[in-house]
Each structure stands twice: as structure tokens, then as C-alpha cells.
């Protein structure tokens, strides 16, 4: 299994003409000034004296925040044929960009397969036009349909990022937003809870007391169910929370909403302990797991093994264990393989 590293480049809402109720790129983000082409190849030279590079690193470059493909086209070509020598020389295995579906045209795709793009991700968010029109998304869910559909012709590698917790939106309308994205073709998908986040619409229904976010428990609920499904389909779940950024970390741009910088470790955390909840009765004795999934395993500060506290369960590391299942040891008796999907 190789280990995937992205060198981020993010392009705070540039380009964008709309303005979502959630959004302020500039403050998720954390970006204090917009790149330009200039900024590229220093950047990438600096991360790839960080990267051993041999034969189980993939490395790509990445384009995020606002939608890359609604700024001039000449500007898109300029900073991909800054990325374009590193991937023809092999130091760059591939380059992804996210945009909004709306902004996906044939055009658009050739001049991309041009310069070496290789994974596309779209920001879907929902697949209920309702929500998205609460959500002032400025496009409909055909528009995903058709965007996701063009992209996969041209043979790029499809993501859909999608939100929990948008305004009238329920546990059910997200799992049909995840069905949807697996229908279209997605092969990876990122998932967001919403913030609030000042200077934001959504900030000034907050204060309003027209909307509440979900709290951190609902949020990982929401979103382990939604990764169980993805990981039943096969499709990779690649980010679930925002990047915890200078400005989300101190506080001073979210008024609410379930941000925490290990945000996906507790969603794997839920997961796993869910799973130890259901099989975890009295003849087990050792529950084995992958070492790269132990924090997910234990539990976050330990909440899966206290939990267990006073029954003779011991937790025992294994590189046999695959990554994404468990495997429990019982008195008397042959041990079991489980899915952490199971």
C-alpha cells in the first residue's frame, strides 16, 4: 500500500462568483494572501527535500479552496505548467484541483487533461436541490450529475465533497447524498460537518437563532454512519473534518460547530467502538489490530479500552491484522476477523 502526500496549494475563494451561506475561504483556509504562479515550484522543491521518494510514495499537488476552474483560463494554465515539469520528470505523480460543478465544460476538461490534472473534486456538498437552495449553492443537483458524468469520460478520477449538518438538511438527506456520490462514479470523498464561521450568512442566522449546527456527537454519528457506507462501497473517505487551520484552531473566526483537530480520529474511535460494544461480551480475551490503527482502536484518550476497564481484555498490536479490521481472541476458541464495517 503506498503512502499518499498532497502538496497544498490553496487558492482562497478566487474566482468563485457566488457566496454560499457557509462559505469564507479565506478564513477556513487560513491563507493571509492568494498565490500566484510564481509560488509553485519553490513550494514544491522545499516539500520534496521533506518526502523520501521511492516506490510506496505517491505525491501529488493540490489546488483547493474557491473553484479552480471559474478563474481566467489563462491563470489555471499558468499555475498547472508550473506543476507540468514535475510530473513529466516523475517527481510529481499527479495533480488534483476542486471546483464547483457548475464550472465543468468540455473545454475545461481538455485544457486540464493537458496540463497533467488528474483528480477532480467537486464540491457537491448535497444532492437534495432543496438544501442547496437554502445553501444559495447557485447550481441543482443535475448540475453534479452532469459535471460528474463528463469527468469520468475524460478519464479523470472523480471526488465529491459533501457537508453534514447544512441548514434543513437530516441524517437521511446525507445518506442519500452518499448514495448519490457512489451512483455518479466518486471514487474518494471528502466529508465536512458545517461551522460557523464569522462573516458568513450562516453567522448571521446563528446570531438570529435560526440556525444551530449539530454538536460534536451528532456530527460524529452523522459521519461514521456515512463512512461506514462509503467503506462498504469501496469508495475512500480521504478527509472527514475540516483542516484545523491557525485561525480554527485559536478560535477567533468559528462561533459553533463541531470543529476538533482530531475530528476523524473520534468519527474511527465511534466506529471501532461501536463494533467492540457489539461484540465485546465476556469470552473475549485480546482484541487484535493493525499498530497504524491503534489511536482508532483504543479509542481517542483511551475511551474504547476504559470503557472495557475491569473485564480481562487485553489490546495487542499486529501488522497481520489489514488496516480497517479487527480481529478479537476468545477464550476456548478460534479467533475472529471483523470488518470494521461489520
Do not use: W
Not at 17 to 44: H, L, Y
Not at 153 to 179: C, N, R, W
Not at 194 to 207: C, G, H, P, W, Y
Not at 279 to 299: Q, R, T, W
Amino acid at each position: 500500500m503506498k503512502t499518499h502526500y498532497t502538496i497544498p496549494f490553496f487558492i482562497p475563494h478566487e474566482g468563485c462568483p457566488f457566496a454560499c451561506i457557509f462559505c469564507s475561504q479565506k478564513k477556513i483556509s487560513g491563507a493571509k494572501r492568494s498565490i500566484t504562479p510564481k509560488d509553485i515550484a519553490p513550494r514544491i522543491r522545499r516539500y520534496l527535500k521533506t518526502i523520501p521518494r521511492d516506490r510506496t510514495k505517491h505525491i501529488e499537488v493540490g489546488f483547493f479552496g474557491g473553484s479552480f476552474t471559474a478563474i481566467p483560463t489563462q491563470r489555471q494554465e499558468d499555475f498547472l505548467n508550473e506543476v507540468r515539469p514535475f510530473v513529466q520528470k516523475g517527481k510529481i505523480d499527479g495533480i488534483r484541483l476542486s471546483t464547483r460543478p457548475d464550472f465543468i465544460s468540455k473545454a475545461i476538461l481538455s485544457m486540464l487533461k493537458k496540463c497533467k490534472v488528474s483528480t477532480i473534486e467537486l464540491g457537491v456538498q448535497s444532492m437534495s436541490d432543496r438544501i442547496l437552495k437554502k445553501a444559495k449553492r447557485g447550481h441543482d443537483v443535475k448540475s453534479i450529475r452532469t459535471a460528474s458524468s463528463m469527468i469520468l469520460k475524460y478519464h479523470f478520477k472523480l471526488g465529491h465533497q459533501i457537508m453534514v449538518g447544512l441548514p434543513g438538511s437530516t441524517d437521511k438527506d446525507e445518506m442519500d447524498t452518499a448514495k448519490m456520490s457512489v451512483r455518479y462514479g466518486a471514487s474518494e470523498v471528502r466529508i465536512y460537518p458545517v461551522l460557523v464561521i464569522r462573516d458568513t450568512e450562516l453567522a448571521a442566522m446563528f446570531k438570529e437563532g435560526t440556525y444551530m449546527p449539530l454538536d460534536e456527537n451528532e456530527a460524529i454519528a452523522r459521519c461514521a454512519k456515512l463512512i461506514t457506507y462509503f467503506d462498504k462501497k469501496g469508495i475512500k473517505v480521504i478527509r472527514c473534518g475540516l483542516h484545523p487551520s491557525e485561525s480554527l484552531l485559536s478560535g477567533r473566526d468559528m462561533l459553533a460547530g463541531p470543529f476538533h483537530p482530531a475530528f476523524r480520529q473520534k468519527v474511527d474511535s465511534f466506529i471501532y467502538g461501536r463494533l467492540l460494544r457489539k461484540h465485546g461480551h465476556k469470552k473475549i480475551n485480546n482484541i487484535y489490530f493493525n499498530p497504524k490503527e491503534a489511536a482508532s482502536v483504543i479509542g481517542y484518550r483511551r475511551e474504547n479500552a476504559l470503557e472495557l476497564k475491569g473485564k480481562p481484555v487485553k489490546f495487542n498490536p499486529d501488522n497481520k491484522v489489514p488496516i480497517g479490521t479487527i480481529r478479537l481472541g476468545y477464550k476456548n476458541a478460534k479467533s475472529v476477523l471483523l470488518k470494521k464495517t461489520d
